[in-house]
């Protein structure tokens, strides 16, 4: 159980915790938090095969990539919540799909 | 002495995990940013002591950047939480 | 086991203490203010005797010089953060005035 | 001991993201997702990789929380309570992918090499000593540049949905209490400082153009906050001129290859290009950050009646 096994396997779950938040929650915020733990997840499995590989210092590409990746996630998420706002203007609710009835939630 | 260093790192991230109760019960918004705010400095703390434990010493500037932008976050609160949650349980504790 | 080395072990030792204090504030205190009261006693000296600790053991002058003003700008932040969160609690803005976000 | 901190930081982030998921009120996930970044920091830090631990410190603590916070102050839906029951039709297929993605760990070989001994024979040839800040402008310097074309493209993105140019409506009043304005002026000048640091220390240790320029977005965040009205005065020329300045940088600096040597898209190893082509990318990746919270269209007054 080396520190690499540990780390993947957080990766895995923190990726499938995130899918499954993003299937679950029909509200926009929700869904735009659960991507980002999606997004955390895959940096994590980047990072802990960057750790593995022998050399005493960590492998340089695959943290450059990550660092690429963290802005990348933190301007889509804005671009996301800024949609989010606007759906919320035109429609009041805050969700994907509009149900007819408005008395649910 | 490393070894001890990590150890109180170690103890420290128990105590955010200790801490996460609050956030999870808080009865009102506050009481979740002020926990939010103690795993701030927490955060920095444990940070500083692992740049001592693993011989990184570029991680102090994460802390230092740490020690920065948690206000930030408490600033935005104020600022834009306009709606107040859950009245019910809010005059549970006053 | 060098006395700069014991000293060390003993402040950061007593930097634990105090933040687990302030955790145990966190989690047992009634009343959001009292929290505050908990949280920003306890971290900042939390804070305060664990970067005393480092100094011993940090390499050069001005890796401790950056150690103590981490800690200073800990403490502004968490105090004036304590400061923006009670006020908030105290006179709560009224749901209308800052729909559009002027708060406070 | 090793083990048991990885142990415990792994099973506190797989613990936290799926209490993030099962939080029943928005304002509670955020607030753990903002602890959640703090726990990703630690882990970057056990993993060796300080740049990637000092990104995630600034954006996790600085502007994630700030743009969640602003988007569900704005939504306002105060008895917003989600319904968590578990439905196992979602659950299973997660967990299955997970149980494949596990099986597929066990099977990584021991012994394969990464690129990080590639990298250290062709750093030489870039001037640089540090191997992240080569791979990041040198190597792969095409990352880089369209990982900008993504910020502008994300601005521009937010813009029309503000269906305005620029920024000014975005003016938030001065806070009445003194503490407010007394922070901004303290922290602000160390946060510009320590920005600039960072992005000095690129050329030859854990820093760069990316986290200078998240700082420095976090400063600007920081100054809208507090009232200031300086950000929306700035002439919408410069404004622009400066939003584009990373992504043309690069562009110019590889066109004008053509004109002294043969190819085309590449750039001069002389270090000053590179440094200089950093220190823009710095400038427009935090205009960017710094356009895409203010942006958000609920804000500003003017459209108030569409």
Not at chain 1, 11 to 38: E, W
Not at chain 3, 44 to 70: D, M
Not at chain 4, 196 to 213: I, K
Request: hydrophobic residues 50%; neutral net charge; contains cysteine.
């Amino acid at each position: 159980m080396t520190t690499v096994i540990i780390y993947a396997l957080t990766a895995t779950t923190l990726f499938s915790v995130g899918l499954y938040g993003f299937a679950i929650h029909p509200d926009l915020i929700r869904k735009i938090v659960s991507l980002n733990i999606m997004a955390g997840g895959a940096f994590l499995f980047l990072i802990s095969l960057a750790y593995h590989t022998g050399s005493p210092e960590v492998d340089p590409v695959p943290q450059a990539m990550v660092l690429t990746g963290i802005v990348v996630t933190i301007s889509a998420t804005a671009f996301a919540l800024c949609l989010a706002r606007r759906i919320k203007e035109k429609t009041g609710q805050c969700l994907l799909e509009h149900r007819r009835k408005d008395t649910e939630t | 002495m490393n070894n001890f260093f990590l150890a109180m790192a170690l103890f420290l991230v128990l105590n955010i995990l200790a801490g996460l109760w609050r956030v999870l019960k808080g009865p009102n918004p506050a009481d979740r940013m002020v926990a939010a705010q103690l795993f701030g400095t927490t955060g920095v703390a444990t940070l500083l002591l692992l740049a001592q434990a693993l011989e990184s010493p570029f991680i102090r500037n994460a802390a230092l950047l740490f020690a920065l932008l948690t206000v930030m976050t408490v600033l935005a609160f104020i600022r834009n939480t306009s709606y107040r949650l859950p009245e019910d349980e809010h005059n549970e504790n006053l | 086991m060098k006395i700069y080395e014991i000293l060390s072990v003993f402040f950061c030792l007593s930097g634990g203490i105090f933040f687990l204090a302030g955790t145990l504030g966190l989690i047992r205190f009634p009343d959001t203010y009292s929290r505050l009261h908990a949280l920003t006693k306890a971290d900042n000296l939390g804070l305060g005797f664990i970067v005393l600790g480092l100094i011993f053991v940090a390499g050069s002058i001005p890796e401790s010089i950056k150690l103590v003003l981490t800690w200073l700008l800990a403490m502004i932040g968490s105090s004036s953060a304590c400061y923006f969160i009670g006020n908030h609690m105290y006179h709560p803005p009224k749901a209308g005035e800052n729909e559009d976000g002027s708060g406070i | 001991m090793d083990l048991v901190f990885d142990l415990i930081i792994g099973l506190s982030l797989a613990g936290v993201s799926w209490r993030i998921v099962r939080a029943r009120e928005h304002f509670q996930a955020i607030v753990l997702f903002i602890t959640f970044g703090l726990l990703l920091s630690l882990a970057w830090t056990r993993l060796k990789s300080p740049d990637i631990a000092i990104a995630e410190a600034a954006v996790g603590a600085g502007l994630a929380g700030v743009l969640l916070m602003d988007t569900l102050g704005a939504l306002s839906s105060p008895r917003e309570r989600a319904k968590v029951v578990i439905s196992l039709k979602l659950l299973i297929p997660c967990l299955f992918l997970a149980g494949l993605m596990a099986y597929s760990i066990l099977y990584i070989p021991e012994d394969f090499q990464g690129l990080g001994i590639v990298v250290r024979e062709a750093l030489p040839q870039t001037h640089l000593e540090y191997p992240i800040t080569a791979v990041l402008l040198d190597f792969r310097g095409y990352d880089t540049w369209l990982e900008l074309g993504v910020l502008l493209v994300a601005v521009l993105g937010v813009l029309c949905i503000r269906r305005t140019d620029n920024i000014k409506g975005t003016m938030l009043p001065a806070p009445a209490e003194p503490v407010g304005s007394w922070i901004v002026k303290l922290l602000l000048p160390l946060m510009v400082l320590i920005g600039g640091y960072l992005l000095w220390l690129g050329a030859f240790a854990p820093g760069g153009a990316f986290q200078g320029g998240v700082v420095l977005a976090s400063a600007g965040v920081m100054l809208w906050q507090s009232g200031h009205p300086s950000l929306g005065l700035m002439p919408r020329l410069w404004w622009k001129i400066l939003l584009c300045s990373g992504f043309l940088s690069f562009l110019i600096l590889a066109f004008s290859s053509l004109f002294y040597t043969d190819q085309l898209l590449t750039h001069p190893a002389t270090k000053t290009w590179i440094l200089g082509v950093e220190y823009a990318a710095t400038l427009s990746i935090a205009l960017c950050l710094i356009s895409l919270v203010l942006g958000s269209p609920a804000r500003n007054h003017e459209n108030k009646g569409v």
